[in-house]
């Protein structure tokens, strides 16, 4: 029973400190395809010893000096390797200078730094979230290429190819300057961010790992939280996850449906989780103008502290998505915005705002623009109309769902 | 530095190589709004940091030429290419710096990066030969 007891424990601790022990590694070796593999040999060393001779007071401290002695010892082995990561530095790491740790947790924090290095902006998008994902949540490749729904051999090819970029083109381990900082942290905050849409995007049915995922990118967005408490938008992000992830019980119904906001049993939110979020909103919308995820958090809130769809304060949504077209001139952007006008002044409107972005071709293949425009006209009762628009949304929409939402809606029209 | 970082392990730097890509117009002519002051002060600039390698503006496209040998080993030399390219290279610098973030920065500062230019940033490939 201790034998088990250790090896759930060698689990959980991993688990919670494997972006630390990554970030630590990195942050002496600078590769992080070593950190990787050391990172690993110290838990394989850990389920073999743990068990026998007991948990470590200081569990994590114990991992990093295992893995970092293991890295020391493939730098002597390895020439090209050595010479590469400064073998100099290493050995001043064997001859024993402990790293400093803080003062609660029993391993120093680089984290943040690991956060600007796998968010680059000299790596493709689409690559930073699923390294965020690796190195800071601490997931395995297998996990992360269930995350963004790819095969994990097609994971595992884009994750080498994305650290070979960071290895060759020296993308460095560091926390730009405060003068580098506003155009360096919307990448780290998108990165999050898409982990949590990729979470969203179809959590329902047996799907349950997407909920998991949603909630990996709020313990990032929280951990970034902690790592830069000055920064607003970073409290705009935690609190725009959480107003969202506060409807997640109403969002889906028995059967695994989505249910939308308008028809979604307010009762089943997280007030909890809501309260949380508009706290970060008032920290997000304090002082200098807001950043976009500010602005979006308080949209949110909006929403969450509205009894039901009628009460809500929609002339301050419309105010808000003003204000949000403003920093980020989307088609998106409008689309919603032109939903919130519908609620304020009409389904007309809203309709005649849509039909001003009816040419723009980044909304082209977006399924929620039809399908935006198929709900405005089942409102005015222009069933035909309406029906024709949510066939067209049902050829656009890409998970199953949604797919049977429209459908619903589509047979609403058609059969009275 | 705000959330500055004190620098725990000493690399060795990298070299790249900053391409300086210029818009054209149809005939070839470089027009990006860069005078010849601008480039001699970047330039000035590189070699008072000390991070200046090597570099070259190179003459525009009407002067090129290309050279191709063929499986049996006969060259073709034709005059060009031209004016299908709307971006050409206009020159580079090679310079020695300790990361990427570094050689964005020098990249940025370039008056090519403007004015419709673009730079492309590329790692020099350090390939050792055993002696």
């Not at chain 1, 790491?93 to 902006?121: I, N, V, Y």
């Amino acid at each position: 029973m201790v034998g088990e007891e250790a090896t759930s424990s060698v689990e959980a601790v991993f688990r919670e400190e494997r972006g630390r022990l990554l970030a630590s590694l990195v942050h002496r070796f600078g590769d992080l395809d070593l950190a990787e593999e050391v990172a690993s040999e110290a838990i394989e060393a850990a389920l073999v010893h743990w068990p026998t001779d007991g948990v470590p007071t200081r569990p994590g401290a114990w991992l990093l000096t295992t893995a970092r002695r293991r890295a020391v010892d493939r730098l002597r082995r390895d020439r090209v390797l050595a010479t590469r990561l400064a073998v100099l530095q290493a050995e001043a790491e064997r001859a024993g200078s402990a790293p400093p740790a803080d003062a609660d947790r029993d391993l120093p924090d680089d984290r943040l730094a690991l956060f600007f290095t796998c968010a680059h902006p000299a790596l493709p998008a689409q690559d930073r979230g699923a390294l965020t994902l690796r190195f800071l949540a601490g997931l395995t490749t297998a996990e992360v290429a269930r995350a963004f729904l790819v095969p994990p051999a097609t994971m595992a090819q884009r994750l080498v190819r994305a650290k070979r970029k960071i290895r060759e083109a020296r993308i460095p381990f560091r926390v730009p300057g405060a003068d580098e900082l506003p155009e360096r942290l919307p990448t780290v905050l998108q990165a999050v961010y898409s982990v949590f849409t990729e979470g969203y995007a179809a959590s329902s049915g047996p799907d349950l790992q997407r909920t998991d995922l949603a909630e990996e990118a709020i313990r990032l967005a929280r951990i970034l939280r902690r790592l830069l408490p000055a920064e607003r938008e970073v409290a705009g992000l935690l609190g725009l996850l959480l107003l969202i992830h506060a409807r997640r019980a109403a969002r889906t119904g028995p059967d695994g449906e989505v249910i939308l906001l308008d028809d979604q049993d307010r009762g089943r939110w997280d007030h909890g989780m809501i309260d949380e979020g508009r706290g970060l909103v008032v920290v997000a919308l304090t002082g200098r103008p807001p950043g976009p995820y500010g602005v979006q958090a308080a949209i949110a809130a909006l929403h969450d502290e509205a009894p039901d769809v009628a009460s809500t304060d929609w002339p301050q949504v419309v105010a808000l998505y003003d204000v949000l077209l403003g920093l980020v001139p989307s088609p998106i952007v409008a689309l919603n915005r032109a939903a919130a006008v519908a609620m304020r002044d009409g389904p007309d409107a809203g309709l005649a705002l849509l039909d001003d972005l009816a040419d723009d071709s980044r909304l082209n293949g977006y399924h929620l623009y039809p399908a935006t425009r198929a709900d405005l006209l089942r409102r005015l009762g222009r069933h035909d109309e309406a029906a024709a628009a949510y066939r067209q949304a049902l050829t656009l929409v890409g998970t199953e769902p949604e797919r049977a939402h429209l459908r619903r809606r589509l047979e609403s029209v058609t059969t009275d | 530095m705000l959330y500055g970082d004190p620098p725990h392990r000493e690399e060795p730097n990298v070299k790249y190589m900053l391409l300086f890509m210029s818009p054209t117009t149809t005939d070839g002519e470089i027009v990006d709004g860069c005078t010849f002051e601008d480039w001699i002060r970047y330039d000035r600039e590189m070699k008072d940091a000390g991070i200046w390698v090597s570099g070259h503006p190179l003459q525009d496209l009407t002067t090129c030429t290309t050279v191709q040998v063929g499986a049996s080993g006969e060259r073709t030399i034709t005059d060009g290419p031209f004016a299908e390219t709307r971006e050409v290279l206009g020159g580079y610098d090679i310079i020695d710096v300790p990361n990427l973030d570094v050689a964005l920065d020098w990249a940025a500062r370039g008056p090519g990066a403007r004015g419709g230019g673009s730079v492309q940033v590329r790692p020099i490939a350090e390939i050792e030969v055993e002696v």
